[in-house]
């Protein structure tokens, strides 16, 4: 059949139209297939270990892969520590770097991707984690990250509100006197009290989100709703397994910031993949 160039009024109408089945398309993976979240099973720490273990064989099986996909996350971690130095904002760097682990796992979604293909067909390469780019999968995990980022940008001010009401509001003369502020003085220590207090809040609030919803995203087409409900689930009935894997990612993330940063090369696939493997073990497959 002969096609015609059109007029303006068509493409107008082809536009409004392949906008509406865009946003349709949004809509349903927001939505989800699933109306309610599935049965989660009762976790040990022999599940830990399993997942830690098989976590560590996808990293040692795709290391060239992880490794080239997580990159960016060491030399943003480098990029925000200069730029804390040179607006004169030192206090908030240790916030920054604790920062980084409300915003794992959205960064992992590829491993997820990458450990579940290998799971499924005994191979995957790096490929695999950009198959997640597709509208079903694409959308909600870029809606249950712009929640962790606003939770991040959250802890960054209560962070700064902090610093102000102990050691500041003026900026410190130096990286010496500020340690010895922190260290040796009573606004220092109240400082790092609440900091940490505050930060447990906060990352505590993420891990029971986040740790099933993101693979479980992946998994199947749940929603975000039905997937941070499995979460929350599996956290609650799972509280001391829970409480254990989340105290393990922060110290295992903090050790991954030093030195600047570069540790979260290993780190963070590390943790990735086997925070799916938790994932399987915490909810049952589909039948």
Do not use: C
């Not at 682990?101 to 799971?119: H, I």
């Not at 689930?233 to 894997?245: L, M, T």
């Not at 990735?272 to 909810?283: N, S």
């Amino acid at each position: 059949m002969t096609r015609t160039i059109g007029n303006p009024l068509s493409w107008m109408a082809d536009a409004a139209f392949g906008a509406g089945r865009h946003a349709g398309a949004a809509t349903d993976a927001l939505r989800g297939t699933v109306s309610a979240p599935p049965q989660v099973r009762r976790l040990t720490l022999e599940d830990l270990k399993s997942a830690l273990r098989k976590g560590l064989d996808d990293f040692t099986s795709l290391r060239s892969d992880v490794i080239f996909l997580i990159a960016i996350y060491p030399i943003l971690g480098i990029a925000l520590s200069l730029v804390a130095f040179h607006m004169a904002r030192l206090p908030m760097l240790f916030p920054l770097a604790a920062g980084f682990t409300l915003l794992g796992p959205m960064v992992a979604t590829g491993l997820y991707e990458m450990s579940r293909q290998r799971e499924a067909t005994g191979q995957a390469g790096w490929g695999a984690a950009f198959s997640v780019m597709t509208a079903p999968v694409i959308v909600p995990v870029l809606v249950l990250g712009m929640v962790l980022m606003g939770i991040f940008i959250a802890w960054m001010f209560a962070a700064s509100v902090i610093y102000n009401a102990t050691l500041g509001p003026q900026p410190p003369a130096s990286v010496g006197g500020f340690l010895g502020d922190v260290l040796t003085t009573a606004p220092g220590w109240t400082m790092m009290v609440l900091g940490v207090g505050v930060g447990f809040v906060f990352a505590g609030a993420v891990l029971v989100l986040s740790m099933i919803s993101f693979p479980m995203l992946i998994d199947r087409r749940a929603g975000v709703t039905v997937a941070v409900l499995t979460s929350v689930k599996v956290a609650r009935e799972n509280p001391r397994i829970v409480a254990i894997w989340g105290l393990l990612v922060a110290v295992v993330m903090v050790l991954g910031t030093l030195p600047a940063f570069l540790g979260l090369v290993i780190v963070l696939p590390v943790l990735g993949h086997a925070t799916w493997h938790l994932y399987r073990a915490a909810v049952p497959g589909e039948a």
